[in-house]
């Protein structure tokens, strides 16, 4: 069967400092894979998604990026976090663009 | 651009009570919905879904109902128990890219 696995549950860190979220799924090859973020009392707001290795196609302009180094793994990345950065982060992977996802327990992202 | 909405941001019912979330889209080229139920600190959890050539589909004691005329979804559960408390997303198919998603409504069940 197939698995998500994300972290941190949970990050506290200093504004200006950078972030580095994993998110690697298991149990399937060649996954669609997401970054959203929530914030509080929100939905979901799709920052990241990619099709494959290296193929990153980014929604909202900001202060993250997104890589994908291996066909399941995903990573959100940030140089300097701001105040704004703060929220729920979550990961998901679907079997094709669109499709059912499915999510990973999220990260907890607090910027002090 | 497109967009999900929901109707209602909270919803609260009795125990045993019928629910009722409801839910509008703005694409109509949309093929395929989704309902996810999000708990407090844990990623959202597929419910249900529905495709475009469907006006009804059934679970246990969840049922997803589309109006395609009116870009209208909703999500009725049955008998509705404490630990369907939760936050209630629907989510339509993008054009070509990742689901997109209403802002939930939060169900509240009483005792």
């Known amino acids: 069967s197939q698995t998500i696995h994300q972290w941190p549950a949970t990050l506290v860190q200093p504004v200006g400092s950078p972030l580095s979220l994993e998110c690697t799924v298991e149990g399937t090859s060649n996954p669609n894979l997401y970054w959203y973020r929530q914030a509080a009392g929100r939905g979901l707001q799709l920052l990241f998604y990619?099709?494959?290795?290296?193929?990153i196609s980014s929604e909202v302009p900001q202060n993250l990026s997104a890589s994908r180094p291996q066909d399941r793994q995903f990573i959100l990345s940030s140089k300097k976090l701001l105040l704004s950065d703060s929220g729920f982060y979550l990961c998901?992977?679907?079997?094709?663009?669109?499709?059912?996802?499915?999510f990973g327990q999220g990260t907890r992202l607090t910027v002090v | 651009g497109e967009s999900v909405g929901l109707h209602l941001p909270t919803l609260s019912v009795q125990e045993g009570d019928n629910s009722i979330i409801n839910c509008a889209y703005s694409?109509?080229?949309?093929?395929?919905f989704i309902w996810y139920k999000q708990e407090s600190g844990k990623g959202p959890q597929f419910i249900i879904d529905i495709r475009s050539n469907m006006d009804k589909r059934q679970g246990q004691r969840v049922t997803v109902l589309l109006n395609k005329t009116v870009k209208h979804l909703s999500l009725q559960i049955a008998a509705t128990q404490p630990g369907d408390s939760a936050v209630y997303f629907c989510?339509?198919?993008?054009?070509?890219?990742?689901?997109?998603f209403g802002k939930g409504t939060t169900l509240s069940v009483s005792s």
């Open positions: 990619s099709v494959g290795i290296g193929q």
């Open positions: 998901a992977w679907s079997y094709r663009e669109g499709g059912k996802a499915f």
């Open positions: 989510a339509a198919e993008g054009a070509g890219t990742a689901l997109i």
């Open positions: 694409n109509s080229a949309s093929d395929y």
